[in-house]
């Protein structure tokens, strides 16, 4: 059976004895410390998982190639499918990511994987510490490359909007959800990017709400509720997930998923790309 969402820590150290074909990243990664999650992945990661970083890897080097504008410039999907395939990628394989960050980043991946085409992907829920709860082996230093595998570009599974499209739709039945922190949304504050504030209209969820306190994602009875509750009957096929660099909005999108909705578009460039142009407007409160 695929995994497509969640897997928990039972199920893949189940993939793991039945010695079915498997690929296992390690997101971890620290905003304010670009080598930390490379260090925590020597110290301790799931064996075989091999470290995906938030700048070397999940995000493009040359921006007349990316996808997206931003502080995370989204590769292109040609870029994301020959990365998988350099990684060991063939196209019969469970995709397993995780972090150590409640799925602020290896919800990136999730999304890079299926947007490349590739269906089977999951995020271990709950991450490392899941792992270690349920008595998962940990090791430590770096894993043997492997060989390339077969795996080639297909269809994308997931939508991405350009800050264009997303500019077009203001004032119509789009609806923005921006997973950043309150104080940043309203605009109180501004640590990363140039302009504080938001996109008109754009409801606010920060990505932790989907998490309980267990680190876990919370009931799909309980995300669907609280969806429900943020959207007040707006049409949510019309739902586009934003952040501040194309990265913890993914949380959203999953969650939206896990609740039986639509899991909305990818606005990746998101608010780091949205300020960088005068001539987008911008709302605060």
């Known amino acids: 059976m695929p995994y497509r969402t969640l897997i928990s820590a039972s199920a893949l150290q189940a993939l793991q004895a039945s010695g079915a074909p498997l690929l296992v990243f390690d997101c971890s990664f620290d905003l304010s410390a670009s080598q930390a999650g490379a260090h925590s992945y020597a110290q301790a990661h799931i064996p075989g998982a091999l470290h995906a970083d938030l700048d ?3 995000s493009s080097h ?20 020959a990365w998988l395939a350099a990684c060991g990628l063939d ?3 469970q995709v397993v990511v995780y972090d150590r960050n409640g799925c602020n980043y290896c919800a990136r991946l999730w ?36 060989a390339p595998g077969n795996f080639t570009l297909q269809a994308p599974l997931r939508e991405l909007l350009s800050a264009d499209a997303v500019q077009a739709g203001l004032g119509g039945a ?5 997973a950043r922190a309150p104080a940043r949304y309203r605009g109180e504050v501004e640590p990363l990017d140039p ?30 509720a609280e969806f429900e509750a943020l959207l007040q009957e707006r049409d949510a096929t019309q739902v586009v997930h934003q ?42 409160g």
Do not use: Y
């Not at 999951?122 to 770096?142: E, H, I, M, R, T």
């Not at 969820?205 to 876990?216: E, H, L």
């Open 56 to 58: 070397r890897d999940l």
């Open 62 to 81: 040359d921006r007349a190639q990316a996808a997206s504008g931003g502080r995370h410039p989204l590769p292109g999907r040609a870029a994301v499918a």
């Open 91 to 93: 196209t019969d394989m």
């Open 111 to 146: 999304w890079m994987a299926q947007w490349a085409g590739h269906a089977d992907v999951a995020v271990l829920d709950g991450g490392l510490a899941a792992w270690q709860a349920a008595g998962g082996a940990l090791a430590s230093g770096s894993e043997a490359a492997r």
């Open 174 to 178: 789009q609806t923005i959800i921006d």
């Open 195 to 224: 302009v504080a504030g938001h996109i008109p209209g754009a409801l606010n969820r920060p990505f932790g709400d989907n998490i309980a306190r267990d680190g876990r994602f919370k009931p799909a009875a309980l995300l669907r």
């Open 243 to 284: 952040c501040g660099s194309g990265v913890s909005a993914l949380p959203n999108l999953l969650a939206m998923e896990l609740a039986g909705l639509p899991a909305g578009r990818l606005f990746a460039g998101s608010w780091s790309e949205w300020c960088s142009s005068s001539q987008r407007p911008v709302a605060r």
